[in-house]
């Protein structure tokens, strides 16, 4: 009887305070809106990171005062920044983003209307998979293979893919694409409020998936200027407690560019030292020119995500087989969001994969090497700037005065499609992506016209 | 100058009040601890619907007052009580939870320890796909589709499946499986905190959505007594300004209950009214038996998902090809967190699925209505008790005086897999999920084994 009175006065209690709770998130949303209204006067920004700053220290220092969880006291004061900017930005226009994706559908639609284009916009390579794939589709009806299958995939992919990579099966799931699985790994390990880390420029998806979970992502920027290296003295300045995972992605898209060993590991320390995941993208893994790229899996850090997709490597973009490699509890996160979200990979897709993954790729290198040199070389004629590619198949090159989108509109009206830099990173609109995934006749037409567009403009 | 002063005086008044909020909610934490600890000592459950729905009224009431939008409010609650949930929950043991797709996996690894295994505890027919789908893989490597597409789906299959749902086809998205639709409606249209009603025995999916979303579900039970009819009175009840989406699911799986048509209408009213989503989930649309299924589609209600796939029609489980059908602005939604998971569906799969659309599926159906057939007469010699199958390929009866987990383990240590009814939701943990999804003589000897197994227990 004494335990349910006591009872009862401890939740009259937590009336009382979330009622207070309550009141005072009000009375903090009103004066964002009157906030909001002077920098709309003032045509300041609604985001600053300064204030953003202090303000998360004065929790942490609450919190660690009070014993409350600090990630947990950062998730809640994400939430109410966001809320805050949301009522801020209201009557404001969102900035217009247009991704390589954005332009491949563009493309699509334009080619759908009767008109010829050359897609430099995606990094699907021309090329064929191997034959042996061909052949697996053709048996695959008669086999059967059309059921559910185990959700981290068939068996018998999972052992090729486990002795290719060098590590156990219970490390290891079959997605969807490369994609799904940076997708899972973001939406499921990261909780609203949480925060990670990318190095722009970067492939859009892991702002995307970051937005899906609710997570802020926190953009460390790279610079032409230093050759796309990433100051790491700056990712540790970015570090707090809400911090949960650095994305990597090298070779990276769009730069081409392979971090040195000595800055991964650096990074891989960083990570360490604040228990941080770190989702290393390496889809690009297979194309590297000189320059040997190691996997991140070799520096044998637990909290680590490899993505990998046989889409690159094999040509073999729209059978959308990838998978993932981390610790086996991580696995079985993974395998829950896919378990939730689509059951299992496409049978016969799976068998197709395990069709590739004997399959000799190196011609694939040759050929998209001689590409990129090929590019290269014409951009160096036209006096445009960029950093060689150590590997993926693009190159990024420097606009000479003219904005990625409006360049990247004249040449979808003359046929061409590549992506504008300001879809990697907000501070790349004076950069355009160009994918070496054609012929070299084709890449001379779509270099040719991309030159007089440029003089035209000049 | 003066707005500067002015702002940098909110941003003062912005700090105070987020300590207030922080300290504040430190505080209801250290009440939670103490409550959980009552709890504990008393063992009694930690959450607690009508302490909660007290809560939501009072926070309501303020938000009326303030002029805080309610939505936002009660957002903010619902991740307070998760947490507070969590607090109380420590140290406790979480309940163990065994759903259909977790036999299946229990049930093919015993198969590749060599063990034999009758399958019912999927619904996957074992009847082939039409034969046009095996011609359209085969020649899907010489005509060379194996390409990214648009990410909802190449033109030809939408067309076709546009004509056959008469939509108009920026209604249309196709998806890995109906799965993936459903996974997309929930997490791209509700935030954290929001809530979705689920009427109880469900497929485990949407609520495993709705967690990855943040989103609460509340349960609506309906009952083998009312023939698995819901009650509206009650649904009605619990609709508040938390709540986004209902979620409806028939022919329904477990029970194959087909819902009259005025109860869909009244449904689709609350939601009107209330400005709620209702996601449709008609995977099972092609099996009815007697009683016409109608699709939500019919109600012309705006906020409507209607989810559909190859599936369960066409005997395609293992091509992962579904779809959903949805105001254009939802579309685009669904579409935005699909370019972000998978960029788009396997291209062959697509093929297939449109090589599918125009055969008949009617032996399907017929073949499934003798199955079904047949397994209730055993069921009713054998003096089990269920409601007789409206559609859908199961039927989910009662067990007499045994668990579902204690029952199906039996099954399974004799070579047979059934989907335990507590899968389906917490109250039905006396009854189990029989697929139909095996010949007369499997589904025979599997029933037969059944028996033997009751009586045994009895």
């Known amino acids: 009887m004494d335990q349910d009175r006591e009872l009862g006065d401890l939740r009259e209690q937590v009336r009382v305070v979330t009622a207070d709770i309550i009141r005072d998130v009000q009375k903090r949303m009103e004066l964002a809106r009157q906030i909001g209204e002077i920098k709309n006067r003032k045509g300041i920004e609604v985001k600053d990171e300064r204030v953003e700053q202090d303000i998360r220290k004065m929790v942490l220092a609450i919190s660690s005062q009070t014993g409350m969880k ?7 004061l994400n939430i109410l920044l966001e809320e805050s900017e949301s009522v801020q930005a209201q009557g404001r226009q969102p900035p217009q983003k247009q991704t390589h994706l954005g332009i491949f559908m563009k493309a699509k639609q334009l080619e759908a209307s009767g008109k010829e284009m050359i897609h430099l916009e995606v990094g699907e390579p021309d090329y064929p998979p191997p034959s042996a794939v061909g052949n697996s589709l053709s048996e695959s009806f008669r086999l059967r293979r059309y059921h559910y299958t185990e959700t981290r995939g068939i068996a018998k992919l999972r ?4 002795k290719k990579e060098n590590v156990t ?17 973001i939406v499921s390990l990261l909780e609203p409020g949480n925060e990670l880390i990318v190095l722009d420029p970067a492939w859009p998806a892991y702002k995307e998936c970051a937005d899906f979970a609710g997570a802020r992502t926190r953009v460390l920027k790279t610079r032409f200027e230093d050759s796309w290296t990433p100051d790491l003295g700056m990712l540790e300045d970015m570090i707090n407690p809400a911090t949960k995972m650095i994305v990597l992605n090298y070779p990276n898209n769009p730069t081409g560019k392979i971090l040195e060993n000595k ?6 320390s960083l990570a360490k030292d604040n228990d941080l995941y770190v989702l290393s993208d390496e889809v690009y893994a297979a194309y590297s020119y000189g320059k040997q790229f190691q996997s991140v ?43 939730a979200g689509i059951t299992s990979v496409a049978e016969p897709m799976q068998y197709a994969a395990l069709a590739a993954i004997g399959e000799d790729h190196r011609d694939n290198v040759k050929i998209m090497k001689e ?52 879809g990697f990173g907000d501070s790349y609109k004076n950069y ?9 006749e084709i890449l001379a037409k779509a270099l040719d016209k991309t030159s007089v567009v440029l003089e035209e403009h000049a």
């Open 169 to 185: 099966e219970d490390r290891l799931i079959v997605t969807p694409g490369g994609r799904f699985a940076v997708f899972s790994a």
């Open 371 to 422: 590409r990129l040199d090929y590019v290269c070389k014409r951009l160096k004629e036209m006096s445009i700037r960029f950093v060689s590619p150590d590997g993926a198949l693009y190159v990024f090159p420097e606009l000479p005065d003219i904005d990625d989108l409006e360049l990247v509109d004249k040449l979808l009206e003359r046929g061409v499609a590549v992506a504008p830099g300001s």
């Open 263 to 268: 800055s991964v590991e650096k990074i891989v």
């Open 432 to 440: 355009i992506r160009i994918s070496a995934c054609q012929p070299l």
């Open 159 to 162: 052992e090729a893919i486990a």
């Open 70 to 76: 600090p990630d947990f006291a950062l998730r809640l």
């Open 297 to 339: 899996l070799e520096f044998d850090y637990e909290k680590t995500i490899m993505v990998s997709s046989f889409s690159k490597r094999y040509a073999m973009t729209g059978f959308r087989v990838g998978y993932g490699v981390a610790d086996p509890r991580v696995i079985q996160q993974l395998n829950k969001i896919q378990a």
